[in-house]
């Protein structure tokens, strides 16, 4: 049945639609944290999160990258592509930061030698702990080809993200990728991408990311409003 909503997550809501490869994913004004230990209701944040993510998508595509995005909707609103979700939350990291800097007793700020990829398993009942391959293998979340696939993806996107963000002089430290499969069994990029879902420090250091909300240093919407003019304003000049 279309505009039933068939999920109800911490940052979107996806609707079916009449076509039934196709989903619409609404943006919400909600940031939570500690897998939703804390939640907030901040406004404005749905539509600055959703034309974000579809810049960044939309940039992905025209890089090559596959991915479910199809077009942007409205404010809050875009169309996807309905894939069925790899329970893997995707790291990569180009400086130490958050769980990482904890886990390994290290400092924020320290760049890596070459970008470390991290797997989570993505199960909220367990908080979604960390895993390696051969944990991945036995839950039967993907095969070792797909696992070597999510890599070289999450490595080839890390590369176009970081020249997007550094042509809006921003550093990608950090960011977190979902991916589903598609009816034919391709794996496709999926979720979003945006300040939620990466860390990005200006040239002073600035936290221009989800942290500002995790942190308290500030108004989230203030900071995603300034990612999104500049992003804007790239796309604007090409
Ligand atoms: N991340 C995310 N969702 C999660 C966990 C992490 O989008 O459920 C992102 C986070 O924004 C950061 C990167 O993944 O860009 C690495 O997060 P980290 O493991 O350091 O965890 P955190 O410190 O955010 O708890």
């Keep these: 049945m279309p505009n039933q909503k068939i999920y109800s997550g911490k940052a979107k809501d996806l609707y079916s639609t009449e076509d039934e490869n196709v989903i619409v994913a609404q943006y919400k004004d ?16 749905g539509k600055l999160n959703n034309q974000i993510s579809s810049l960044i998508f939309r940039q992905l595509n025209k890089a090559g990258i596959k991915t479910h995005f199809i077009k942007q909707l409205s404010e809050t609103e875009q169309s996807n592509v309905k894939l069925a979700i790899i329970p893997l939350e995707v790291v990569l990291r180009n400086v130490v930061a958050g769980s990482f800097a904890k886990r390994f007793g290290l400092e924020e700020g320290v760049k890596l030698s070459k970008p470390i990829v991290e797997f989570y398993y993505k199960n909220d009942d367990l908080d979604d702990p960390f895993i390696n391959d051969e944990h991945a293998l036995f839950l039967k979340v993907a095969s070792a080809e797909e696992l070597a696939f999510l890599k070289a993806q999450a490595r080839q996107i890390n590369i176009i993200l970081q020249d997007l963000f550094a042509r809006i002089g921003l550093t990608l430290i950090d960011f977190k990728l979902e991916f589903g499969r ?6 496709i990029l999926a979720d979003e991408v945006s300040p939620d879902t990466c860390r990005l420090w200006d040239t002073d250091g600035n936290h221009m990311d989800k942290d500002v909300f995790r942190r308290n240093l500030g108004s989230i919407t203030d900071v995603y409003q300034v990612v999104l003019e500049k992003l804007q304003g790239l796309e604007e000049n090409e």
Excluded: D, S, W
Excluded at 30 to 45: D, F, I, S
């Design 30 to 45: 909600q940031a939570t944290m500690l897998n939703g230990a804390r939640k907030e209701e901040v406004l404005g944040k």
């Design 182 to 187: 598609n009816q034919a069994g391709e794996i």
